[in-house]
Every structure is written in C-alpha cells, then in structure tokens.
C-alpha cells in the first residue's frame, strides 16, 4: 500500500523559475492528494570573520543579525506576494494550499531537512539549477544532499536552462 501524501514541503530559493515552475507542480500535487503545501525559503546564515578582536566580531554579528530579521519580514512578505499572483496561473487559490510559511536561518540542506521532518511532511518538491559545464550529469548540491540524506519521496524539478 503506498502511504498517503497529506503535507508536501515546497522548498523554494525565490527564484523567478521556482516560484512558478516548482510551485506550479507543488500545487499540482497538492490538489491531487487533498494534501497542504509547507513552503520554505532558508536564509543562509553569515558567519562574520575576526579582523581586530572580539568586540568588532560581536557588532559584525549583532548588524548581521538585525540584517537577517529584516530580510525575514522581506522575504514572507515577497512569498504571499507570490502566493497572491500565482493563483491567477493556476485556476486555485493558493492560499488554502499553503498552511504554513517557514523562513529559517541557516545551512539550506539542514533546514529542508529538519522542516519536513518537524513538520511532518510526506513529500518534499525543489528545483534543481543547472549550473556549470557539468550541469548535464550532476544534480545541485543541495538538491543532492537531500536525496542522499532523507528518506522521504523526493520530487525535483529540473530548471529550464537560459537559453529556453
């Protein structure tokens, strides 16, 4: 018996392509197991480096802090903007798919990770960017970093190249 899809995490960079392509087959999936999307952006945490002592760590850390709390509120507020113009693609509104809005700070691969455990996801669907020479034949790393390391359904959606 295949276990049932009830809430898909939707981990998404804010990119043009994977705020309507990814999401695009999120809500797809969504709409077709009755289930409830989670979406995820991480903002990578900075870590300030030690030029003349202590003191000029702790204000390097403390701006980049006050930094990353604004960027927060951006970036929640640039997801419902999202939120709000997909539903004219998709026919449905988003906002009874979307359940939840998570915007954590820190490494991508372990905040996917820990996101859809936590919140009890069933599947989880990203896009992967086809960067350098090699973009025929290797995933990106975050994308392959969570296939290596979950165990839950995966379902990643390659992005068009520039040239399309």
């Given amino acids: 018996m295949m276990p049932k899809i009830k809430k898909i995490l939707y981990a998404t960079d804010l990119s043009p392509n994977s705020a309507s392509l990814v999401f695009s087959y999120a809500v797809d999936m969504a709409k077709r197991y009755d289930a409830d999307i989670i979406m995820l952006h991480v903002v990578e945490s900075v870590h300030p480096v030690t030029y003349a002592g202590a003191s000029v760590a702790a204000m390097m850390k403390s701006a980049i802090k006050q930094d990353q709390e604004t960027g927060l509120e951006e970036i929640k507020k640039r997801i419902e903007t ?74 990643v959606v390659p992005m068009p190249s520039e040239k399309s």
């Fill in 82 to 155: 999202f939120c709000q113009n997909t539903e004219a693609e998709i026919g449905f509104p988003c906002r009874q798919l979307v359940t939840k809005i998570l915007v954590p700070i820190g490494n991508p691969v372990d905040e996917i990770l820990t996101a859809a455990d936590e919140e009890g996801c069933d599947a989880i669907v990203l896009g992967t960017h086809q960067k350098g020479f090699l973009s025929q034949a290797f995933l990106g790393s975050v994308t392959r970093s969570i296939l290596e390391r979950t165990r839950k359904p995966v379902f």
